[in-house]
Every structure is written in C-alpha cells, then in structure tokens.
C-alpha cells in the first residue's frame, strides 16, 4: 500500500514563497499518478494540481495557475509543489494524495492514497 507523508507546511507572507514535499514508500512510486489538494475550514476539499506518472504532464487549478509548480523526483520518490506569490486564500491543510492510475486526474475522489496533510498560513 502506498504511503504518503507531506512535510514543508507554515507560516509565510503574503507574497512570498514556500516548497511543499511529499515523500512516498511501500509500493512503484511511478506507477501513480499523484496530486496536491487543500482544504480550508468550513471549505470543500479542492484539488490544485496534479501529474502524469512520468512528470511530462501536469494541470492546475486556475485559483494557483501560474503561481504554483507542481513536480516530481521519481528516483527519490518525492513529489513537490512550489508555492510563489502565495496570498492570504491559499491558508489551509495541504495534501498529497497518490492515484492508483499512471495518469492524473485532478478530482480528489479519484485518490485512494492520502496523507496527514501539513498546514500552510498566509499572513496578510
């Protein structure tokens, strides 16, 4: 079974920069495609960006379209996203979640494999 454990979450300004990782055991990391997700409080669960098992593809929500970087070390098993410009609306739970298909899709109800998740802040 895939497990995942998100790290790399805080407190930061607006306007700044923060680099979340996800680092995946138990089972052929590049065998799933894998996604970021974040839930704010009282909030639906969304689905901000995900990839392709090899890297080459990747999608973003419009709300983090051009400010966030979503990408992958399949040789270290890790999965990062990079967070520029952040702003006060970006404050929530951050997850990483893994999709037991090579292609990624960014609903979070197609993940079978989630994480703790780790908060990130955004000081106005």
């Known amino acids: 079974q895939l497990q995942v454990v998100e790290s790399g979450g805080g407190l930061v300004q607006a306007g700044g920069s923060l680099r979340l990782s996800c680092t995946v055991s138990?089972?052929?990391?590049?065998?799933?495609?894998m996604g970021w997700f974040r839930q704010a409080p009282g909030k639906e669960r969304e689905g901000i960006s995900c990839?392709?098992?090899?890297?080459?593809?990747?999608y973003y929500a419009d709300s983090v379209k051009g400010r966030f970087t979503i990408s992958r070390d399949n040789a270290k098993n890790i999965l990062y996203l990079q967070m520029n410009s952040v702003k006060p609306e970006d404050s929530a739970m951050y997850y990483c979640?893994?999709?037991?298909?090579?292609?990624?899709?960014?609903?979070?109800?197609?993940?079978?494999?989630w994480g703790q998740g780790t908060q990130v802040t955004v000081s106005s």
């Open positions: 979640a893994g999709r037991s298909n090579r292609w990624c899709v960014i609903q979070w109800v197609d993940y079978a494999y």
């Open positions: 990839i392709h098992w090899s890297g080459d593809r990747t």
């Open positions: 138990g089972l052929t990391f590049d065998d799933y495609a």
